[in-house]
């Protein structure tokens, strides 16, 4: 069965900094991955995702994740992060062969100004 | 173009009620998936579609929550004789290729 921790709850970050948040999964298969961001009382959008192919991938609103297999890590980045990303990220993989999606339990970004 | 809808948004239920929760895909999208999310949670797998059929039912936790999707576009949850423990924001979520999965709003429901 795969899992996915997401090793931080909360992350507090000031404006214009830059923000790492982690996430490391569990399988012995490939996988596909994916981080999405979950406003107040909205559902998921998705920011960026891992099929195949460079281990870097670019997303949505200036968000970049690195897929390292070595280390079964998916960690998010953001250069400089603005007041509108303080949101829910949730870090979820998928199995060749499984559509379903195993979420992480979040990560909490909050931007102070 | 319009994205995956959800109704009702909110829902309170008294327990032992059965509820209905409708999702319409993104139109074309031949996969659909339901999900359930707890409190301060991730979301959970609860059932899949292609099309009309459904391929996993894996993640359903009683055999109170029942899913259709007749016509292979709008889907339909149903729970049973709602107990408090069924709280939660409940996702549906459509897809073209399977894996890159387009959410809703969500419908948060209430057992009192």
């Known amino acids: 069965a795969q899992s996915v921790t997401q090793l931080d709850s909360q992350v507090p970050v000031f404006e214009e900094a830059p923000v790492e948040l982690r996430c490391n999964y569990s399988?012995?298969?490939?996988?596909?991955l994916f981080w999405y961001v979950q406003y107040p009382n909205q559902g998921l959008q998705l920011l960026l995702k891992?099929?195949?192919?460079?281990?870097l991938v670019k997303g949505i609103n200036g968000f970049e994740a690195e897929f390292n297999k070595s280390q079964t890590s998916f960690h998010l980045r953001k250069p400089s992060v603005h007041i509108s990303d303080t949101a829910e990220y949730f870090c979820?993989?998928?199995?060749?062969?499984?559509?379903?999606?195993?979420f992480g339990k979040g990560t909490k970004l909050s931007v102070i100004p | 173009g319009a994205g995956v809808s959800q109704s009702p948004r909110y829902k309170v239920a008294k327990r032992g009620q059965d509820v209905a929760l409708r999702c319409d895909p993104i139109?074309?999208?031949?996969?659909l998936f339901w999900y359930q999310q707890a409190l301060g949670q991730g979301p959970e797998f609860l059932t899949y579609f292609q099309n009309e059929a459904q391929l996993d039912k894996s993640g359903l936790p009683s055999d109170r929550f029942f899913a259709e999707r007749p016509e292979g576009s709008v889907s339909t949850l149903k729970i049973q004789r709602t107990q408090q423990e069924d709280s939660a924001v409940y996702l549906c979520?459509?897809?073209?290729?399977?894996?890159?999965?387009?959410f809703g709003p969500g419908t948060r429901l209430t057992v009192t």
């Open positions: 979820a993989v998928s199995g060749a062969g499984s559509y379903q999606l195993t």
């Open positions: 979520a459509s897809s073209s290729t399977g894996y890159e999965q387009y």
């Open positions: 891992y099929l195949s192919g460079s281990t």
């Open positions: 399988s012995s298969v490939s996988v596909y």
């Open positions: 139109s074309g999208h031949v996969s």
